[in-house]
């Protein structure tokens, strides 16, 4: 999603109802106003994070001709992050605004038919950084449920090493990626990893590490020059990829039940999700979900944007930056999270 780069909608494309009434109203110059705007906002957001990013939304909202490849597409597949990376498979990394046009004119067919086959979807196992002090503190063994699992690379937090700060945990293998978080004074870094005995993931796409092209996509999704992320990635898919997590296909709001009913029961069953639930416009759908885990033996590890959930920020102290996410366990916020797993500012 694109806070941060993570490879979705702009933040607010993903919590706003519908189309606007210039989209409604259909008319050519309703459109492109509209995905100008929208490309604008994704500028804005990009800024500080990837020049490059910047630059090309910034061209696309001032041009008409790409205005008018983005007006011919789906309306809900004009979203930056898509479009952007669908060029850079078909054509690779535009240099500029002028580079971008050409890939256009030259690749416009092959361009629209990856925007239309593909969406944006991302795993970030940098997350477990940030997981990890809340799944240590309960009692194990643990039974991990990963609701918007994406490949499942944050199924694997008890797998991989972590430095936070000055404090490391090594993994319990010598090949496993370790994770470096920083971490405020208050934060519960654990001694030692959890006990994982079960492990299984959802989502309404699952990605399979073991697919060339599922894990070539999801590294173009990483915006350009994020260099460390893509290293991070790259090193998570090849060490998961020896022992893959169980990730099934289906849908948070219809099949958290029945995946919830295969966990082991003398295992502390945990649900968890990072960076899924704004993909829930509905609100009233989202609490629908919340309720069901809350009506399961589960302990609900929530790790999002401050707008999924908007009254649980009001007990929280300030957000250290704005684009931080809110971790929170069974509905109380215990911290502040960075949207890669880069900081936690615990305060539970
Ligand atoms: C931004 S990715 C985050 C993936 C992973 N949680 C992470 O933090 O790296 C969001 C994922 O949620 C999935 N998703 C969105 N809505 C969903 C739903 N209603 N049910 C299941 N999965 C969903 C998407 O397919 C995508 O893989």
């Given at each position: 999603m694109a806070v941060a780069g993570d490879g979705g909608n702009s933040r607010f494309d993903r919590l706003m109802p519908g189309p606007d009434s210039r989209v409604r109203s259909g008319t050519d110059a309703g459109i492109h106003a509209v995905t100008a705007d929208r490309y604008r906002r994704f500028a804005a957001e990009a800024d500080g994070?990837?020049?490059l990013y910047v630059d090309l939304a910034g061209a696309v909202a001032d041009d008409d001709a790409l205005l008018a490849f983005l007006a011919a597409q789906p309306e809900e597949r004009r979203q930056p992050n898509l479009f952007l990376a669908a060029v850079r498979w078909v054509a690779g990394v535009p240099a500029d605004g002028a580079a971008?046009?050409?890939a256009v004119a030259r690749h416009g067919a092959a361009i629209a038919a990856v925007m239309r086959a593909r969406t944006t979807q991302t795993n970030e196992p940098g997350r477990c950084a940030v997981l990890l002090p809340a799944l240590a503190r309960l009692p194990g063994p643990l039974a991990l449920l990963e609701v918007g699992a994406s490949a499942g690379l944050c199924l694997l937090p008890d797998r991989y090493g972590y430095r936070y700060g000055g404090t490391l945990l090594a993994p319990p293998t010598a090949d496993a990626p370790v994770f470096d978080c920083a971490a405020n004074a208050a934060t519960p870094v654990?001694?030692?990893l959890p006990q994982v005995v079960w492990r299984a993931g959802l989502d309404?796409?699952?990605?399979?590490?073991?697919?060339?092209?599922?894990m070539a996509w999801l590294e173009t999704l990483v915006w350009p020059g994020q260099d460390a992320r893509a290293e991070r990635l790259r090193a998570a898919i090849a060490f998961a990829r020896r022992d893959p997590p169980r990730v099934i296909r289906g849908d948070l709001l219809t099949d958290l039940e029945s995946?919830?009913?295969?966990?082991?029961?003398e295992a502390t069953l945990v649900v968890f999700h990072t960076a899924v639930l704004a993909y829930v416009r509905d609100g009233q759908a989202r609490q629908r979900f919340a309720d069901t885990v809350?009506?399961?033996?589960?302990?609900?590890?929530?790790?999002?944007?401050r707008e999924v959930f908007p009254g649980w920020a009001d007990s929280a102290p300030p957000a250290p930056h704005p684009n931080s996410f809110l971790l929170a366990v069974d509905?109380?916020?215990?911290?502040w999270t960075q949207p890669h797993g880069q900081a936690i500012d615990w305060f539970g």
């Amino acid at each position: 999603m694109a806070v941060a780069g993570d490879g979705g909608n702009s933040r607010f494309d993903r919590l706003m109802p519908g189309p606007d009434s210039r989209v409604r109203s259909g008319t050519d110059a309703g459109i492109h106003a509209v995905t100008a705007d929208r490309y604008r906002r994704f500028a804005a957001e990009a800024d500080g994070r990837c020049r490059l990013y910047v630059d090309l939304a910034g061209a696309v909202a001032d041009d008409d001709a790409l205005l008018a490849f983005l007006a011919a597409q789906p309306e809900e597949r004009r979203q930056p992050n898509l479009f952007l990376a669908a060029v850079r498979w078909v054509a690779g990394v535009p240099a500029d605004g002028a580079a971008l046009r050409q890939a256009v004119a030259r690749h416009g067919a092959a361009i629209a038919a990856v925007m239309r086959a593909r969406t944006t979807q991302t795993n970030e196992p940098g997350r477990c950084a940030v997981l990890l002090p809340a799944l240590a503190r309960l009692p194990g063994p643990l039974a991990l449920l990963e609701v918007g699992a994406s490949a499942g690379l944050c199924l694997l937090p008890d797998r991989y090493g972590y430095r936070y700060g000055g404090t490391l945990l090594a993994p319990p293998t010598a090949d496993a990626p370790v994770f470096d978080c920083a971490a405020n004074a208050a934060t519960p870094v654990p001694a030692a990893l959890p006990q994982v005995v079960w492990r299984a993931g959802l989502d309404l796409n699952p990605l399979d590490v073991g697919s060339h092209d599922d894990m070539a996509w999801l590294e173009t999704l990483v915006w350009p020059g994020q260099d460390a992320r893509a290293e991070r990635l790259r090193a998570a898919i090849a060490f998961a990829r020896r022992d893959p997590p169980r990730v099934i296909r289906g849908d948070l709001l219809t099949d958290l039940e029945s995946l919830a009913a295969q966990a082991p029961a003398e295992a502390t069953l945990v649900v968890f999700h990072t960076a899924v639930l704004a993909y829930v416009r509905d609100g009233q759908a989202r609490q629908r979900f919340a309720d069901t885990v809350a009506r399961s033996r589960a302990v609900w590890i929530c790790n999002e944007w401050r707008e999924v959930f908007p009254g649980w920020a009001d007990s929280a102290p300030p957000a250290p930056h704005p684009n931080s996410f809110l971790l929170a366990v069974d509905g109380r916020p215990v911290a502040w999270t960075q949207p890669h797993g880069q900081a936690i500012d615990w305060f539970g």
